[in-house]
């Protein structure tokens, strides 16, 4: 895992939603990313990558293995990027966070 020093803004952290609504979660501040990528994570009892997005051209990474990974999407924004749940289930129930860097298997 890279640990960065940029300060992303998260202002919603915290979403409530009727099972089978949309719901995004936005992440602001990434152009002070040393990196390309941007990483989404779920925080239930421990933190779990779902996937990260790739700045210059909104590629996604979803290689992470997260259970739910068909759930997720991410798209950047002007500023920023979000991360996407299409239909909010009960299981989505967590805290999302989003930082800079990429994790890196072979680091």
């Known amino acids: 895992l890279v640990a ?34 941007v990483a989404w994570y779920q925080k239930k009892d421990t933190f779990t990558l779902i996937l990260d997005i790739d700045r210059r051209n909104g590629d996604l990474d979803y290689r992470y293995n997260h ?21 909010v289930k009960l299981y989505h129930s967590a805290t999302y966070y989003c930082s800079c860097g990429k994790y890196d298997a072979h680091s």
């Open 4 to 37: 960065m020093a940029a300060e992303l803004i998260q202002d919603d952290l915290t979403l409530t939603r009727r099972v089978g609504e949309a719901v995004s979660f936005s992440c602001g501040g990434t152009e002070q990313c040393s990196t390309i990528y």
């Open 67 to 87: 259970p739910q990974i068909n759930d997720f999407s991410a798209v950047n924004k002007q500023n920023g990027c979000e991360l996407e749940i299409k239909r």
